[in-house]
T-cell receptor, first 109, second 115 residues
Framework: EDKVVQSPLSLVVHEGDTVTLNCSYE??????LLWYKQEKKAPTFLFML????IEKKSGRLSSILDKKELFSILNITATQTGDSAVYLC?????????FGQGTRLTINP | GAVVSQHPSWVICKSGTSVKIECRSL??????MFWYRQFPKQSLMLMAT?????????EQGVEKDKFLINHASLTLSTLTVTSAHPEDSSFYIC???????????FGPGTRLTVL
């Protein structure tokens, strides 16, 4: 059975801290792994990772994929209160997205 | 990026009634759309894959006679929750595949509350 597991499920840090969110997967016919940020509504796209070892970066956010060990991490540096959200990891399997449970990140001022 | 809209954004209905949710791709054609359900503090669970001009493919455990999907055009898919019950109360989100952008775009979601 395909599985996407995120950790931690919940994380509370202070503004300015750096956080690392984890996503491991077991999926047949893996194509890509995606990270999303979900606030009150639908998820917004952050990154798509297809190749191992290539870091994708957008401002304070970065992510990398390890296809040998079947995991990805999402890093957020110098966190701000606006980063508070649920971060979802998903894997593409035959056009479909299989989501992890999400990590609820809370940034306290 | 491409835009996907959903209507309504929220709906409250009585138990036993049917509710229709629309998902539209506004500036691109989507041969495939997906319907997800998200219960509070849980992740998105794929319900079905909607293909234009053909029958939807449902995930295991999702009743096709209860959740009717119609993908009548390349820009519109509808999900009808028939004979809704309180346990159907959830956040329903659609997404559409854009070939041009090679990614899936999500609609803003519809919050359904069944009394």
């Amino acid at each position: 059975e395909d599985k996407v597991v995120q950790s931690p499920l919940s994380l509370v840090v202070h503004e300015g801290d750096t956080v690392t969110l984890n996503c491991s997967y077991e999926v047949t016919n893996f194509r890509s792994l995606l990270w999303y940020k979900q606030e009150k509504k639908a998820p917004t796209f952050l990154f798509m990772l297809t190749s191992s070892g290539i870091e994708k970066k957008s401002g304070r956010l970065s992510s990398i994929l390890d296809k040998k060990e079947l995991f990805s991490i999402l890093n957020i540096t110098a966190t701000q209160t606006g980063d508070s959200a649920v971060y979802l990891c998903a894997v593409i399997r035959a056009q479909k997205l299989v989501f992890g449970q999400g990590t609820r990140l809370t940034i306290n001022p | 990026g491409a835009v996907v809209s959903q209507h309504p954004s929220w709906v409250i209905c009585k138990s036993g009634t049917s509710v229709k949710i629309e998902c539209r791709s506004l500036d691109f054609q989507a041969t495939t759309m997906f319907w997800y359900r998200q219960f509070p503090k849980q992740s998105l669970m794929l319900m079905a894959t909607s293909n234009e001009g053909s029958k939807a493919t449902y995930e295991q455990g999702v009743e096709k006679d209860k959740f009717l999907i119609n993908h009548a055009s390349l820009t519109l898919s509808t999900l009808t929750v028939t004979s809704a019950h309180p346990e159907d109360s959830s956040f329903y989100i659609c997404s559409a595949n854009s070939i041009s952008y090679n990614e899936q775009f999500f609609g803003p979601g519809t919050r359904l509350t069944v009394l």
